[in-house]
């Protein structure tokens, strides 16, 4: 028993629908577990869990193919987006989602993504972005801001000597072939209210044919950033959130640029502190 | 019966053994296969995607195979060497892709039989001969890739590829019952605690037997044991009584058997041993011509390859003597002077008679 007054209330389900487990083999601190229960819950939401197909790159996620409830293609590092499409056109009626990491997408597998979005290929794409190859301890991806400490990037990437990061939320909004694209975030309890919504309109998108649709989750990476567990929240915003910009990128056609993502963060930012000064949102 | 390119016969077998998808990248002298998938896949409701690289072509048809469907892929030798590292997984994940090599020549045979991917895989590879062949052989890579849940490869040139002979394509049903796709994803089980996973990695789903990777892959080897022990297939002839034997596979087997046969009724001592699977490699026919023979002679048309496989089934019963080289058109793609009746019938004299091998033709080098 607890030693607190309070009475528990279970305000939800530990466990996805969508998971034969509840045990992983992720770090302490790790995001990827919370983005996947935003994915497969909208899943569950949306009714889908009887005609979804999976297709899973290889990272530290891959262990959830043997927990998640859904069939599934694991797919070799790089590879998900052209597996996807195999079977998306041979089942147009199932929906088919990826899960890669940005090693796997935005490192090995770039031009299979970018490839299937201009296609304008009806699946959905997830990468769980956290700048950095976590399953390999650590070491520096196509993803990895300007200034972040990784093992091959000792003192910091450096523009002059390891190049520049590629938003690859931005990138992929400019292909005609991609109907919805956003980018979510994990780091605190509004971020991951806020992705879950994005991963339902990726895959009503998709449900509704109309293209490619494409949800980025950065998430906390504390042992791939030597930083202690706690501090891992606000390592990614500071870092990773201040150059991949969260929010919808693109929605009916319409892209978002990275300026007008920040400036209506700034602003929800201010909205909420506002509330917050008032005694909280429901106040 | 009907006058078709080899290229056009074989997407049209492949059509009548029911594959119902391909992906692949234009590329000499493969590119009129792709072309024919991608004219006629879609009336058969299939689906043929002009893939954006072979990375990917292979990749989707990963994907189309686990659905259940039967899907090819294909190139060159060249293309398939960037798709290796897919077949050694798919191998692993128990995929019955079917692969055509419309290969520049035969420098492609250690490709194909050892692989250039990683890791204990092996495909089945045929070997037609012909265009008649290659129709057959196209259907039975359906059937053998999904009774042993294995990739098998079917080994063309541009000979193959782009000559016309009359055949005829009509379905051939193979002996024996396939297994049940029992493991193909449609979707329909999630959330049930049943759904299913496609891997090559030998895991299994939470709460279900999983064989782990060690197990995983000695069955898979105990798999290639078998398909070894078993589908073996091989045309030899005049070979009880052979002072010479000469080994070639697919288009120059053919011109051997002839230039063989040609020499048989002068009263030439000679046979021929043609393998149909490269691998598993007709060992024990090869042993069987060597016995008694002074001579085994290999023609292919690359440095030479399959003599290695040749020696291991001679095992030192004969010396074993490359009689082929190599020999391009000016391109580089297509075939070379060495294939030609008189100029392979004056090597496998000179072998014959032990007497020093005519020198290699060159090509105009003219494009």
Known sequence: MTSTNTELKVIGQQLPDLLLTAHHHMCAGCGEPLALRGCLESISDLGLSQRTIAVAGIGCYTSFSMTTDLDLVQAL??????????????????????????????????????????????????????????????????????????????????????????????????????????????????????????????????????????????????????????????????????????????VDGVIHTTEELHAQNVLKAAEMEKALARGGIDA | MKLMEGSEAIAEAAIAAGCQFFAGYPMTPFTELLEHFAKRLPDEGGVCINAESELEAVGMAWGALATGARAATGSTGQGLSLMQESFSEITLAELPLVIFNMARGQQDYYQSTRGGGHGDYRHIVLAPMDIPEAVELTQLAFHLADKWRNPVLVYGDYLLAHTHEAVNVSPISFDGELPAKDWALDGSLGGTGQSRLVSPLGFEKTGRESPGIEAHLRGISAKHAEISATEVRVESGYCDDAETVIVAFGPPGKFVRYVVTQLRAEGEKIGYVRPITLWPFPTEAVAAAADGATRVGVFELCAGQMIDDVRLGVLGRAPVIGIGGISTDGSGFGVGPLLDVEIIRDRVLALHRDLPLPSLPDNDRSF
């Not at chain 1, 997830?126 to 520096?140: A, K, Q, R, Y």
């Not at chain 1, 879950?196 to 990726?202: C, G, L, N, S, V």
Request: aromatic share 6%.
């Open chain 1, 77 to 250: 590092h790089g590879r998900a987006p052209s597996v996807a499409t195999g079977v998306k056109r041979m089942l147009p009626d199932s929906i088919v989602y990826t899960l890669q990491g940005d090693g796997d997408m935005v490192n090995e597998g770039l031009q299979e993504v970018l490839h299937a979005a201009a296609r304008g290929e009806n699946i959905t794409c997830v990468l769980l972005n956290n700048g950095v190859f976590g399953e390999t301890g650590g070491h520096m991806t196509a993803t990895t801001v300007l200034g972040q400490r990784t093992k091959n990037s000792l003192e910091g990437r450096d523009a002059t000597y390891h190049g520049f990061p590629i938003l690859i939320g931005d990138l992929i909004a400019q292909l005609e072939g991609a109907a919805y694209v956003a980018r979510g975030s994990v780091h605190n309890a509004g971020s991951v209210a806020r992705t879950a919504k994005m991963f339902r309109r990726a895959f009503e998108t998709q449900m509704r044919g109309e293209g490619f649709s494409f949800v980025e989750v950065l998430t906390m990476c504390p042992t791939g950033w030597f930083i202690p567990t706690i501090e891992g929240p606000q390592y990614m915003q500071d870092t990773l959130g201040e150059v991949h910009i969260m929010g919808e990128l693109k």
